[in-house]
């Protein structure tokens, strides 16, 4: 992969993270996979909620952590894994929905590495890391609001995807 082919958005808010996913959601079709990565509470979960709002999903998107799996109805459906709660490579059927008419979103994409196909968008969230403006601040504060989302694609159509992304 090019330096060229990845692409980094700093957001400064949930709504801008949102606002990103929807306007991811707007490029993606039937089949496509995305592998999120990123710490707990880092705004995986918010960003698929942008996908779904983009999807046109009425029904509140949460995380699924206790049942890994939340299906939802829009355009098309969107599938809402959540592996957190498993262990590294455990299958839990993913078969069943990355190969299917909807769109799989994976948080904590790395556990799931050996099943997902050989092309697919994998995305870290990450808090954005701040350093002191004066001596009195901790050094690398971070800012809960400011994330950097980069997007790295794995693939021709993932490629595509993140050029017209980038605009």
């Known amino acids: 992969m090019s330096i060229l082919e990845k692409f980094e958005v700093i957001t400064h808010s949930s709504s801008q993270t949102m606002d990103l996913g929807e306007r991811l959601s707007l490029l993606?079709?039937?089949?496509?996979?995305i592998s999120l990565i990123g710490k707990l509470g880092s705004g995986k979960t918010t960003f698929i909620q942008g996908i779904a709002r983009g999807l046109s999903i009425k029904e509140p998107v949460?995380?699924?952590?206790?049942?890994?799996?939340?299906?939802?109805?829009?355009?098309?459906?969107?599938y809402h894994f959540d592996l957190y709660r498993i262990a590294e490579n455990e299958d839990i059927g993913f078969d069943d929905f990355l190969?299917?008419?909807?769109i799989s979103?994976?948080?904590?994409?790395e556990k799931a590495v050996s099943f997902l196909p050989e092309e697919y968008l994998k995305i870290s969230i990450s808090h954005v890391e701040e350093h002191?403006?004066?001596?009195?601040?901790?050094?690398?504060?971070?800012?809960?609001?400011?994330?950097?989302?980069?997007?790295?694609?794995?693939?021709?159509?993932?490629i595509e995807l993140v050029k017209?992304?980038?605009?």
């Not at 190969?99 to 909807?102: A, E, I, L, M, Y």
């Not at 800012?143 to 980069?150: A, E, G, Q, S």
């Not at 017209?164 to 605009?167: E, K, L, T, V």
Request: hydrophobic share 30%; charged share 20%.
């Open 62 to 78: 949460n995380s699924p952590s206790f049942f890994l799996l939340n299906i939802y109805k829009g355009k098309m459906p969107l």
């Open 28 to 33: 993606l079709a039937t089949g496509d996979v």
């Open 164 to 167: 017209n992304i980038r605009g």
């Open 99 to 102: 190969f299917s008419n909807g």
């Open 132 to 158: 002191p403006t004066s001596t009195r601040r901790p050094e690398h504060q971070i800012d809960t609001n400011r994330r950097k989302i980069l997007f790295l694609p794995k693939g021709k159509h993932y």
């Open 105 to 109: 979103v994976i948080e904590w994409g």
